[in-house]
T-cell receptor, first 110, second 113 residues
């Protein structure tokens, strides 16, 4: 069965510091990986997907198939990055069904 | 216009009652999904519609849960004989196709007393 693990429930950093939100997954095939973000009082929205290889709001994530990880990184955190972040995957055959991790609440302090 | 619309935003009812949750997807999106998010958890898949038909309902927890999308647009999630364990935020999402990015609504917060 596929599973997404986000080991940190809470993460707190200071403004301007680097931030890394960890995500590990288990899946035997070739998954597609995503990061979703939910800002306070807003709906869940897609931040980035690994196949796009984009940098959104300064965030990047690299799929490491050897370590089965998809960590989200940003070199200089901003206060507006404070939010709940969810890592998710879809499987090749059922690529509509998102499996989410439990999420990491990021707080960026001034 | 706006994104995915879900009504009501909050629903409080007593154990044993019947509830209906509505989802109005983004215009033109043929794929529609329901997820359930319990406190402290990520969203969990319930059901996926492609057009009018439920292509995958494997996430529905039991036969008290049922969903329809009769005209391929608005969907209704129906829960019979509600139980306290059904309390959660029910999220709806839609996309242009099955492998396209999913756009989520604000969710319906369901509380069973």
């Amino acid at each position: 069965a596929q599973r997404v693990t986000q080991p940190e429930k809470l993460l707190s950093v200071f403004k301007g510091a680097p931030v890394e939100l960890k995500c590990n997954y288990s899946y035997s095939g070739s998954p597609e990986l995503f990061w979703y973000v939910q800002y306070s009082r807003q709906r869940l929205q897609l931040l980035l997907r690994h196949i796009s290889r984009e940098s959104i709001k300064g965030f990047t994530a690299d799929l490491n198939k050897g370590e089965t990880s998809f960590h989200l990184k940003k070199p200089f955190a901003q206060e507006e990055d404070s939010a709940m972040y969810y890592c998710a995957l879809t499987s090749g055959g059922s690529n509509y069904k998102l499996t989410f991790g439990k999420g990491t609440l990021l707080t960026v302090n001034p | 216009g706006a994104g995915v619309s879900q009504t009501p935003s909050n629903k409080v009812t007593e154990k044993g009652k019947y509830v209906e949750l509505r989802c109005d997807p983004i215009s033109g999106h043929t794929a529609l999904y329901w997820y359930r998010q319990s406190l402290g958890q990520g969203p969990e898949f319930l059901i996926y519609f492609q057009g009018t038909g439920a292509a995958d309902d494997s996430g529905l927890p039991n036969d008290r849960f049922f969903a329809v999308r009769p005209e391929g647009s608005v969907s209704t999630l129906k829960i019979q004989r509600t139980e306290r364990g059904d309390s959660a935020v029910y999220l709806c999402a839609s996309s242009f196709g099955a492998n396209q990015p999913q756009h989520f609504g604000d969710g319906t917060r369901l509380s069973i007393l």
